[in-house]
């Protein structure tokens, strides 16, 4: 059985991840249930970050211990927890206290975005979004 490319891209990524901890590049944790977004993410980010994806917010807090991010992406409406309730666990703790977290979302609320800052995020983008938002936003936060 083949894998597809963005499998291979994400066991190569995990595979450099786990070889060295003090890896060059700057880590970044994508949480969303979309597989189309997954990989449209992964492959904008991947050229000059690492990108490790999950599905669900469930796995955020292994992820987290495990990889220690620089940066999470989250999106809000995910199955079991949703992302603001996410962000506030990932504040919650000391690790996760200076961790930049950036919503990628479909809700456009203006109390979403309010929530989303409320919960400590410090950034927020909406569904769909421009390629060049989303590279600012990153630069931006990995720059705090």
């Given at each position: 059985?083949s894998?597809?490319p963005?499998?291979?891209?994400?066991?190569?990524?995990?595979?450099?991840?786990?070889?060295?901890?003090s890896?060059e590049?700057?880590?970044?944790?994508?949480?969303?249930?979309?597989?189309?977004?997954?990989?449209?993410l992964?492959?904008?980010?991947?050229?000059?970050y690492?990108?490790?994806l999950?599905s669900?917010?469930?796995?955020?807090?292994?992820?987290?211990?495990k990889?220690?991010?620089?940066?999470?992406i989250l999106?809000v409406m995910?199955?079991?927890v949703?992302?603001?309730?996410l962000?506030?666990?990932?504040?919650s703790h000391?690790?996760?206290?200076k961790?930049p977290v950036?919503?990628?979302?479909?809700?456009?609320?203006k109390?979403?975005?309010?929530?989303g800052?409320?919960?400590?995020a410090?950034?927020?983008?909406t569904?769909?979004f421009?390629?060049k938002?989303?590279y600012?936003?990153v630069?931006r936060?990995l720059?705090?």
């Amino acid at each position: 059985m083949s894998t597809s490319p963005i499998e291979s891209t994400v066991v190569s990524n995990l595979k450099e991840v786990e070889k060295s901890t003090s890896c060059e590049r700057r880590r970044i944790l994508v949480v969303d249930d979309d597989p189309v977004v997954r990989r449209i993410l992964l492959e904008l980010l991947n050229k000059n970050y690492m990108v490790i994806l999950a599905s669900t917010g469930v796995q955020l807090p292994d992820l987290i211990h495990k990889h220690s991010p620089d940066l999470v992406i989250l999106d809000v409406m995910l199955p079991w927890v949703n992302g603001f309730e996410l962000c506030r666990m990932i504040k919650s703790h000391p690790e996760g206290e200076k961790l930049p977290v950036l919503f990628l979302t479909g809700c456009k609320e203006k109390e979403d975005l309010l929530t989303g800052k409320e919960v400590g995020a410090l950034g927020y983008l909406t569904k769909p979004f421009y390629a060049k938002n989303l590279y600012r936003e990153v630069e931006r936060l990995l720059a705090a």
